[in-house]
């Protein structure tokens, strides 16, 4: 069982910048892939980045340039820097963790919301 902790979210000014951090409680050498989604009100959950066992990063074309995918593998924590922030980045953000059973896991979300 892998318990995902978020954090981070908050109010940010449109072009501001924003760091969310994901914390494990399994080592994230015994995950495979560790991602972020988002869900703003009325839509559907949307997958944003993934970063896999092998280091490699993948990112939705929304976010592409802007935000960036890293683990600390020490601190078995994922982290999202967010920057250039828009009003529809306004979101909830969950980390999700899949193992290599095949088993996922979410964590309960942290709210990011950009208006001036």
């Known amino acids: 069982q892998v318990q995902l902790v978020e954090s981070g979210g908050g109010l940010v000014q449109p072009g501001g910048s924003l760091r969310l951090s994901c914390a494990s409680s399994?080592?994230?050498?015994?995950?495979?892939?560790m991602a972020w989604y988002r869900q703003a009100p009325g839509k559907q959950r949307e997958w944003v980045a993934r970063?896999?066992?092998?280091?490699?990063?993948y990112y939705a074309d929304s976010v592409k340039g802007r935000f960036t995918i890293s683990e600390d593998r020490a601190k078995n924590t994922v982290y999202l820097q967010m920057g250039g922030l828009k009003a529809e980045d306004t979101a909830v953000y969950y980390c999700?963790?899949?193992?290599?059973?095949?088993?996922?896991?979410w964590g309960q979300g942290t709210q990011v919301t950009v208006s001036s």
């Open positions: 970063v896999t066992s092998a280091d490699t990063t």
């Open positions: 999700y963790a899949r193992d290599f059973r095949e088993n996922s896991y």
């Open positions: 399994a080592s994230i050498a015994a995950i495979n892939v």
